[in-house]
C-alpha cells in the first residue's frame, strides 16, 4: 500500500458542488501539504499544516479550507468548486527538518484528478 | 515574493549524451535545494538535495551548488529514454521549511 495515499483519484463534479479531497498516511510525518498542479504554472502550495493543531494558507488558499482530523489525516474542501479549480491536487507530507536546515523530502500521494464542469 | 525560476523547454537530448538542467532562486537565505521528477501524470519524486555549495554526485546525476549565484544545476550524464520527464527545481529558504517549486523543464530524451 501506499505510504500517501489519497481519495478520490479521480472525480468529476458540477460548478457549485461541494468537494473533499481526503489523504491519509501512514510515514508517521507531521507535516502535510496540499498543492495544486496545472500546466504550466507548477506546483502550487494550497495549505500547509505542521502537526495537528497548526494550519497555515499557502499561496493560493482563497477557495478552499482544509482539515487536519489526525496526525496521519489532511483533507482539502472546495466549499463552491468552479472550473478554473479543475486540476491535479497533489497530498504530500515531509518529517520534521533535520538539523543545520536540511529539511526533509516530500513524499507524495499518486494525485486526484478533479474536473469542474 | 520568492521565486524559482527554471527554463520550460522542452529540451531535448540524444541518449547518451549529458542533459543540462537550470534553476535560479530569489531568496538569498535559501538553505535546502531540491530536484524532483515527475513523469506525466504520475507525482513528483526525489532524485537530489543539496545544502552547501559545490557538486554532489549520486550515480549518473550531479546536482551543482553556487550560492553567490544563487544558481543550482542537475547535470544527467548518459542520458537515457527512461530519464524522460519533467524535472522540478524545489528551494527552501527562510525558517519555515516550506517549499517553493520552479514550474519545471521538459526533458525528452531521443533513442
Known amino acids: 500500500d501506499a505510504d500517501v495515499t489519497q481519495t478520490p483519484r479521480n472525480r468529476i463534479t458540477k460548478t457549485g458542488k461541494r468537494i473533499m479531497l481526503e489523504c491519509s498516511q501512514t510515514?508517521?510525518?507531521?507535516?502535510m501539504y496540499w498543492y495544486r498542479q496545472d500546466p504550466g504554472l507548477g506546483l502550487r502550495l494550497i495549505y500547509y499544516s505542521f502537526d495537528v493543531k497548526d494550519i497555515n494558507k499557502g499561496e493560493i488558499s482563497d477557495g478552499y479550507s482544509v482539515s487536519r482530523q489526525a496526525q496521519a489525516k489532511f483533507s482539502l474542501s472546495l466549499e463552491s468548486a468552479i472550473p478554473n479549480q479543475t486540476a491535479l491536487y497533489f497530498c504530500a507530507t515531509s518529517d520534521y527538518p533535520r538539523p543545520y536546515g536540511r529539511a526533509g523530502e516530500l513524499f507524495f500521494g499518486e494525485g486526484s484528478r478533479l474536473t469542474v464542469l | 515574493q520568492k521565486e524559482v525560476e527554471q527554463n520550460s523547454g522542452p529540451l531535448s537530448v540524444p541518449e547518451g549524451a549529458i542533459a543540462s538542467l537550470n534553476c535560479t532562486y530569489s531568496?538569498?537565505?535559501?538553505?535546502?535545494f531540491f530536484w524532483y521528477r515527475q513523469y506525466s501524470g504520475k507525482s513528483p519524486e526525489l532524485i537530489m538535495s543539496i545544502y552547501s555549495n559545490g557538486d554532489k554526485e549520486d550515480g549518473r546525476f550531479t546536482a551543482q551548488l553556487n550560492k553567490a549565484s544563487q544558481y543550482v544545476s542537475l547535470l544527467i550524464r548518459d542520458s537515457q529514454p527512461s530519464d524522460s520527464a519533467t524535472y522540478l527545481c524545489a528551494v527552501i529558504g527562510g525558517s519555515n521549511y516550506k517549499l517553493t517549486f520552479g514550474k519545471g523543464t521538459l526533458l525528452t530524451v531521443n533513442p
Open positions: 510515514k508517521g510525518h507531521d507535516r
Open positions: 531568496d538569498r537565505v535559501s538553505q535546502s
